[in-house]
């Protein structure tokens, strides 16, 4: 194949990709004009404040909430995280005390050098595991989908 031959077929594949994008592009944007006629209206703004976990989006969208059950519900919600928050903090002296009890107890079974270790490994997972302990496992995901990976 000539050079002049294969100039030719790069400048036509690059002007079939502009073109093919820009069609892409016309079609898209001429499709948010009738985005109602397709798809119905769109869904209602959230209220102001932290953005809703996916399972409160997915109440809202298969349950068809109303403005004011998904103001009511959000209600609910705040008021829940609020007392559970409050339960954590009561809880977590006692559960922290127990945690370094248990460190305490693996760490008179161990040998010196097994302790040191076991002292290092303790401080390199202390975060994943007070966090784990202390807030619990991440809750599943809805409606039976696969498990989140283990947190690292």
């Given at each position: 194949?000539?050079?002049?031959?294969?100039?030719?077929?790069?400048?036509?594949l690059?002007?079939?990709?502009?073109?093919?994008g820009?069609?892409?592009?016309?079609l898209?944007?001429?499709?948010?004009g009738?985005?109602?006629?397709r798809?119905?209206p769109?869904?209602?703004?959230?209220p102001?404040?932290p953005?809703?976990g996916?399972?409160?989006?997915?109440?809202?969208?298969?349950?068809?909430?109303?403005r004011?059950?998904?103001?009511?519900?959000?209600?609910?919600?705040?008021?829940?995280r609020?007392?559970?928050?409050?339960?954590?903090?009561e809880?977590?002296?006692?559960?922290?005390a127990h945690?370094?009890?248990?460190?305490?107890?693996?760490a008179?079974?161990?040998?010196p050098?097994?302790?040191?270790k076991?002292e290092?490994?303790?401080?390199e997972?202390?975060?994943?595991?007070?966090?784990?302990m202390?807030?619990?496992?991440p809750p599943?995901?809805?409606?039976?989908g696969?498990?989140?990976?283990?947190?690292r």
């Amino acid at each position: 194949m000539s050079r002049f031959v294969a100039v030719g077929v790069a400048i036509a594949l690059v002007l079939c990709g502009v073109i093919v994008g820009a069609l892409g592009t016309y079609l898209i944007l001429e499709g948010r004009g009738h985005r109602e006629e397709r798809w119905g209206p769109p869904p209602p703004p959230h209220p102001p404040g932290p953005p809703p976990g996916p399972f409160t989006r997915e109440m809202e969208d298969r349950l068809g909430l109303s403005r004011d059950q998904l103001d009511k519900i959000h209600a609910i919600l705040d008021d829940s995280r609020d007392k559970a928050d409050a339960m954590r903090r009561e809880l977590r002296p006692r559960l922290e005390a127990h945690l370094e009890e248990t460190r305490t107890k693996i760490a008179g079974v161990l040998d010196p050098e097994q302790r040191k270790k076991f002292e290092a490994m303790v401080e390199e997972n202390k975060a994943r595991a007070d966090r784990f302990m202390l807030d619990g496992p991440p809750p599943p995901p809805p409606f039976g989908g696969p498990p989140p990976p283990p947190p690292r």
